[in-house]
């Protein structure tokens, strides 16, 4: 016997343009919670918090604290990257030599995945399948490999992800504009300016100079 007034909903599954990842990004930095965000955008809540943990990424801040930042522009590649690959396998396939050739260069001699298939594609390594930067990054964010994890990697076009990195570059920008022919330089120019920037205070370093820091001068 069934229940006469028993009714139930198709559920069905709540999509996020890029238009409305870049709002949730703009109303987590006001502070707003994860329900106030799901009602604005008319949402539900439970979709809100699967998108934040989707396109959330590991940022690393000025005093080199670890934390969980949501970023749209990285949500919406994953979004991307998913739909282009769902239903597909890696095409890395059952080449076995290629995963531990890519375990061995990344995971022990320290390469890039840049790096180790820049070796391949300029044939100083021989597959049976290729594969491009993309897919590597890919593989050992979604833990393909069992001996490669993301933490030492920072994903392509993810400056956020390098931030002690892009600050030293625009320290170097005062001296040397975007651009600008490195070649007409001298040495001395060259040093003077390293000089100037190992002598410039760093909050990461407790306002000390990385000269202070490192080598002990004043």
């Known amino acids: 016997m069934g229940r006469g007034n028993h009714s139930t909903k198709a559920r069905h599954w709540e999509q996020i343009d890029e238009e409305k990842r870049y709002q949730i990004e703009g109303l ?4 707003q919670k994860k ?3 799901a009602k604005l955008l008319g949402m539900s809540e439970r979709t809100i918090r699967r998108e934040i943990k989707m396109g ?10 670890d934390r969980l930042v949501y970023r749209a522009d990285y949500a919406q590649r994953v979004h991307e990257e998913r739909a282009s690959n769902k239903g597909r396998g890696f095409k890395i396939g059952h080449d076995h030599a290629l995963c531990r050739h890519l375990e061995q260069k990344i995971g022990v001699e320290k390469y890039s995945p840049d790096a ?4 391949i594609r300029r044939g100083k390594y021989r597959f049976a399948e290729t594969l491009c930067t993309k897919a590597v990054y890919n ?6 490999f069992l001996n490669l994890t993301t933490h030492y990697f920072a994903h392509p076009y993810s400056s956020w992800e390098r931030g002690t990195n892009e ?4 320290l170097i920008r005062r001296f040397v504009p975007k651009g600008t022919d490195i070649s007409a330089y001298s040495d001395e120019d060259i040093a003077r300016i390293e000089r100037r920037i190992n002598h410039y205070p760093r909050r990461i370093f407790g306002y000390q100079t990385a000269a202070e820091r490192f080598f002990g001068a004043a």
């Open 139 to 144: 593989m050992i964010g979604r833990g393909f």
């Open 56 to 65: 959330s990424v590991l940022q690393r801040d000025s005093e080199l604290r």
């Open 35 to 37: 329900g106030k965000i």
């Open 167 to 170: 600050n030293t570059n625009k």
């Open 116 to 119: 180790a298939i820049g070796e």
């Open 28 to 31: 987590l930095k006001a502070r």
